[in-house]
T-cell receptor
Framework: RKEVEQDPGPFNVPEGATVAFNCTYS??????FFWYRQDCRKEPKLLMS???SGNEDGRFTAQLNRASQYISLLIRDSKLSDSATYLC???????????FGKGTRLSVIA | SAVISQKPSRDICQRGTSLTIQCQVD?????MFWYRQQPGQSLTLIAT?????????ESGFVIDKFPISRPNLTFSTLTVSNMSPEDSSIYLC?????????????FGPGTRLTVL
């Protein structure tokens, strides 16, 4: 089983749609969880951290289910500028290496 | 966050040569990380670079192939030695500016390497 698994997509959605991405991780000791966004030919950029209680940042909502080792990202009211690859990332405590999923590609269509 | 720059931004190299990639951060950081992203793939950690000690390499990566220097808290280099076409990739450095316990990492813009 891969350490971090994501549906590669692509997800093609119209503007204004709501889209959800899922991610599972294999290491039950993982302590920190993130969603990164990577635009074509650019470096990954932190989108948001994922907390046990769930967290929201504008149109973006992240959820963590430790029992199922499952992370989700919900994007509401999709914009054309949301088109990118979304990377699910987990790690251990402290300055430990990030483990990246292969990413889910999103295309928002006008 | 942190502002990270990398040099060169891209290069085309001949088989058998070596390339050194530089990573500069605008603040002092304990650890710097070097990643590789092959075409169509996600990021794979090559090594973690601590100032004043040997880098820690991940499985599948060795010091002879990817020597790393970390002379101070704002700078690191990664050398890709004796290159082959399989080394064609994007190489990225990252930092955790807040130090231990947080793990939000920030990436440099990457170095796009093509080996002929």
């Amino acid at each position: 089983r891969k350490e971090v698994e994501q549906d590669p997509g692509p997800f093609n959605v119209p503007e204004g749609a709501t889209v959800a991405f899922n991610c599972t991780y294999s290491n039950s000791a993982s302590q920190s969880f993130f969603w990164y966004r990577q635009d074509c030919r650019k470096e990954p950029k932190l989108l948001m951290s994922v907390y046990s209680s769930g967290n929201e940042d504008g149109r973006f909502t992240a959820q963590l289910n430790r029992a199922s080792q499952y992370i989700s990202l919900l994007i509401r009211d999709s914009k054309l500028s949301d088109s990118a690859t979304y990377l699910c990332v987990v790690t251990g405590r402290g300055n430990t290496p990030l483990v990246f999923g292969k990413g889910t590609r999103l295309s928002v269509i006008a | 966050s942190a502002v990270i720059s990398q040099k060169p931004s891209r290069d085309i190299c001949q088989r058998g040569t070596s390339l050194t990639i530089q990573c500069q951060v605008d603040s002092q950081v304990t650890m710097m990380f070097w990643y590789r992203q092959q075409p169509g793939q996600s990021l794979t950690l090559i090594a973690t670079a601590n100032q004043g000690s040997e880098a820690t390499y991940e499985s599948g990566f060795v010091i002879d192939k990817f020597p790393i220097s970390r002379p101070n808290l704002t700078f690191s280099t990664l050398t890709v030695s004796n290159m082959s076409p399989e080394d064609s990739s994007i190489y990225l450095c990252s930092v955790d500016p807040r130090g231990g316990g947080n793990n939000e990492q920030f990436f440099g813009p990457g170095t796009r390497l093509t080996v002929l």
